[in-house]
């Protein structure tokens, strides 16, 4: 089992900045894949960024390329999502998940957090 805390949500204006934090507990947090999705509400969950085991690649979904930065520190166990240039169609609930390879996929991931809201207002 893999235990995943999410922390860092907040309000912010457009154009703001938040970094989010995923802090992983339970087996090696450096074997597992990182992926960070969102829900928005009435909406179906969708990929945010994604990086491998050892940090060396990461993915990102075309809307945040650009503004988002996906990076992992394996001795803290904790990956991050640096979120720059917010903008009001960035808020949703932000999700961390592991598996054991990267995916774009929500439902290849075997673990979750509980997700952090972060608003973004115009």
């Known amino acids: 089992q893999v235990q995943l805390v999410e922390s860092g949500g907040g309000l912010v204006q457009a154009g703001g900045s938040l970094r989010l934090s995923c802090a992983a507990s339970?087996?090696?947090?450096?074997?597992?894949?990182m992926g960070w999705f969102r829900q928005a509400p009435g909406k179906e969950r969708q990929f945010v960024a994604a990086i491998t085991r050892s940090g060396g690649k990461t993915y990102y979904a075309d809307s945040v390329k650009g503004r988002f930065t996906i990076s992992r520190d394996n001795a803290k166990n904790t990956v991050y999502l640096q979120m720059n240039s917010l903008k009001p169609e960035d808020t949703a609930v932000y999700y961390c998940a592991a598996d054991q390879v990267v995916s774009f996929i929500p439902l290849s991931y075997d673990y979750w957090g509980q997700g952090t809201q972060v608003t973004v207002s115009s």
């Open positions: 339970g087996r090696t947090f450096s074997n597992y894949a």
